[in-house]
């Protein structure tokens, strides 16, 4: 997380910052935490992905990631109740969040242009 927070510090243009940031309710070893966020910049949006847990569940037990995470330590009805809690959980409150379903197909271009809309305020 250091590095993250080193380069996001260092760029004179800002950052798109990627990672299963913690929200409130979570327990606390679980995400990155967001408090330093707001220190950097007061301008931060937070793009938070939405989805359906049963979708969600089904591609997390089929991805294929290092065996260092211990995905497979969790039967899917393990990780379909984690990620019902986390859908009960209210987006990041650190500036404007805009919300992407990503249960289907994502248009970019929307997205884009809702993220500008959200950096638009500050203007």
């Given at each position: 997380?250091?590095?993250?927070?080193?380069?996001a510090?260092a760029?004179p243009?800002?950052?798109?910052l990627v990672?299963?940031?913690?929200?409130?309710?979570?327990?606390?070893e679980?995400?990155?935490?967001t408090?330093?966020?707001?220190?950097i910049?007061?301008?931060?949006v937070?793009?938070?992905?939405?989805c359906?847990?049963?979708?969600?569940?089904?591609?997390?037990c089929?991805?294929?990631?290092?065996?260092g995470h211990?995905?497979s330590?969790?039967?899917y009805?393990?990780?379909?109740?984690d990620?019902?809690a986390l859908?009960?959980?209210?987006?990041?409150?650190i500036?404007?969040?805009?919300?992407?379903?990503?249960?289907?197909g994502?248009?970019?271009?929307?997205?884009?242009?809702?993220?500008r809309?959200?950096f638009?305020?500050?203007?």
């Amino acid at each position: 997380m250091m590095l993250m927070v080193a380069e996001a510090v260092a760029s004179p243009l800002g950052a798109i910052l990627v990672s299963f940031w913690r929200q409130a309710g979570m327990p606390s070893e679980s995400g990155t935490p967001t408090r330093w966020l707001c220190e950097i910049s007061d301008q931060v949006v937070d793009v938070h992905c939405a989805c359906n847990p049963e979708i969600a569940a089904r591609r997390f037990c089929e991805r294929e990631r290092y065996p260092g995470h211990l995905d497979s330590a969790k039967s899917y009805a393990e990780v379909l109740a984690d990620l019902q809690a986390l859908s009960r959980l209210d987006p990041l409150d650190i500036g404007p969040s805009v919300v992407v379903d990503t249960s289907q197909g994502v248009r970019l271009d929307e997205v884009v242009r809702d993220i500008r809309n959200a950096f638009d305020r500050w203007a």
